[in-house]
Each structure stands twice: as C-alpha cells, then as structure tokens.
C-alpha cells in the first residue's frame, strides 16, 4: 500500500527547469551571497522582483536569449524571479507593492 495521494507528483517538473534555476540562484548566491533572496524577502517589494522576471523576458522576446552578465539563459532568470516572487507570496506579504485600483 502506498500513502502518496497527496504528495505533489514532482517527478512531473522537467529536471531541466530545475536545474536551469539552480544554476541561476549558484550565480546569484557567487554575486551576492548564498540565499541572499531569501534574507531579503521581508524587505524587497514584490514589484522589484516582477520587474527583473519582465525585463528578462522581453530581452528573450527581443531575441537576446543570453544574460551578458552571467552567460545563462534570460529564461531561466525569469524562471528563477518567479520561483522567488512565488516564495514572496507565502513569506513576504507585507511586500506587496501591487497598485489596488480604488
């Protein structure tokens, strides 16, 4: 009998993507520090990082698919912006810098 119904069937995430951002966040962590994001996710707006996982993407989408600073892919930046936006979400609502229309 197996008690894995409710278990999140991760064999399903490509190891691609997976390892496309550990290399992103292994660059971030030789730039900044190991985990930096995480320390910081109490005290970045929620704006900052939409902003980088945008500006990543439309560099892919104006056909730059390279990041000049860290040879890796715009993708796999963006990928990781939204891995950190979506871990802010759980952990840094008071960042939550989205315009409310009144």
């Known amino acids: 009998m197996k008690y894995d119904n409710n ?3 991760i064999h399903l995430v490509p190891t ?11 660059f971030g962590a030789a730039k900044y520090s190991e985990n930096n994001w ?8 929620w704006g900052r990082s939409y902003s980088s996982l945008q500006r990543h993407l439309m560099a892919y989408w104006d056909k730059e ?14 990928l990781t912006q939204l891995m950190i936006l ?4 759980d952990e840094g609502k008071d960042m939550d810098d989205r315009y409310e229309t009144k």
């Open 65 to 78: 698919d390279i990041d000049p600073e860290s040879g890796l892919l715009h993708l796999d930046h963006a």
């Open 86 to 89: 979506r871990v802010a979400y």
């Open 16 to 26: 691609v993507a997976i390892e496309a951002a550990a290399k992103v966040f292994a």
């Open 7 to 9: 278990k999140p069937p």
């Open 38 to 45: 995480r320390d910081d996710i109490n005290t970045t707006e």
